[in-house]
């Protein structure tokens, strides 16, 4: 099988070097920023199926993931989700 345009997309100058100046300033550090909240902590869902939901942090699961209970039809649903999902409220 034979892939048309098989070549790297293109993209605007200055794209790659803020991206790398994003990421040297710790803006894609989710784990960081995550890790300065505490259990109990009120949380937004950012993306994903839950968007917009307010929760409660419960637990760090890693450092990548999190437990955070949310109201869901009018009950606490115990959540584990990405910690790139969240938001500090």
Same mark, same amino acid.
């Given at each position: 099988?034979r892939?048309?345009?098989?070549?790297?997309?293109?993209?605007?100058?200055?794209?790659?070097?803020?991206?790398?100046?994003?990421?040297?300033?710790?803006?894609?550090?989710?784990?960081? *920023?995550?890790? *300065?909240?505490?259990?109990?902590?009120?949380?937004?869902?950012?993306?994903?199926?839950?968007?917009?939901?307010?929760?409660?942090?419960?637990?760090?699961?890693?450092?990548?993931?999190?437990?955070?209970?949310?109201?869901?039809?009018?009950?606490?649903?115990?959540?584990?989700?990405?910690?790139?999902?969240l938001?500090?409220?």
């Open positions: 099988m892939v048309r345009n098989a070549y790297p997309a293109r993209v605007p100058d200055g794209t790659v070097d803020a991206i790398r100046e994003a990421e040297e300033a710790g803006q894609f550090d989710y784990s960081r *920023q995550i890790a *300065q909240l505490k259990p109990g902590d009120r949380v937004k869902v950012a993306s994903g199926p839950f968007a917009d939901l307010i929760g409660h942090l419960q637990s760090h699961v890693s450092h990548e993931r999190v437990r955070v209970l949310l109201e869901i039809l009018g009950r606490h649903a115990p959540t584990e989700l990405a910690v790139s999902q938001e500090a409220v």
